[in-house]
């Protein structure tokens, strides 16, 4: 059985930094593209970050380039997120998500508060 | 970026009752478009991908159609486990964009 689980999320400052994981079971992790996708509060999707399944072609939305850093590492089986230089609009469930194209697998979330 | 625009916002359906959403794009995409179902509180599970292929373990009275920049996603037989919010995805480039959402409420 395919399980995405996440984990780092909490309350952090304006300007502060946080870093998600993300571990990967029950399928090749190594094999497959991997993204995070976030959702604010009462709010829609909006995807995040995409890094394929070798590491060497990343994307990031407008919205969090040059702030937050996408990485895997397969020996763990993990993917990540750093963040930095967080802002109240960056409030949201962060999914750990897998597929090259569209979504075949999701984590149940993680829940990242930038407030004062 | 693709903008995608769904519609409507919510519908009102009963039990039993076909429904249709409109996923349009702001440019074309081919046929690369997924939709979503989404639980308070859930995850997003995927329906269809591709604009008609249908995920597998997904009921058949789900199905989607469309090619370009203009797509629906069609419930049959409206049931209550249903009753969720939709939203579509556009892979043609990145970065991925996702529709504003449908919610699907009982009438």
């Known amino acids: 059985e395919v399980q995405l689980v996440e984990s780092g999320g909490n309350l952090v400052q304006p300007g502060g930094s946080l870093r998600l994981s993300c571990a990967a079971s029950?399928?090749?992790?190594?094999?497959?593209?991997m993204s995070w996708v976030r959702q604010a509060p009462g709010k829609g999707l909006e995807w995040v970050s995409y890094?394929?399944?070798?590491?060497?072609?990343?994307h990031y939305a407008d919205s969090v380039k040059g702030r937050f850093t996408i990485s895997r590492d397969k020996a763990k089986n993990s993917l990540y997120l750093q963040m930095n230089s967080l802002r109240a609009e960056d409030t949201a469930v962060y999914y750990c998500a897998s597929g090259y194209s569209y979504i075949d697998y999701w984590g149940q979330g993680t829940l990242v508060t930038v407030s004062s | 970026d693709i903008q995608m625009t769904q519609s409507p916002s919510t519908l009102s359906a009963s039990v039993g009752d076909r429904v249709t959403i409109t996923c349009r794009a702001s440019q074309t995409i081919s046929s690369w478009l997924a939709w979503y179902q989404q639980k308070p509180g859930k995850a997003p599970k995927l329906l269809i991908y591709k604009a008609s292929s249908l995920e597998s373990g997904v009921p058949s009275r789900f199905s989607g159609s469309g090619s370009g920049t203009e797509f629906t996603l069609t419930i049959s037989n409206l049931q209550p486990d249903d009753f969720a919010t939709y939203y579509c995805q556009q892979y043609n480039s990145y970065s991925w964009t996702f529709g504003q959402g449908t919610k699907v409420e009982i009438k």
């Open positions: 029950g399928f090749t992790f190594s094999s497959y593209s």
């Open positions: 890094i394929s399944s070798s590491g060497s072609t990343i």
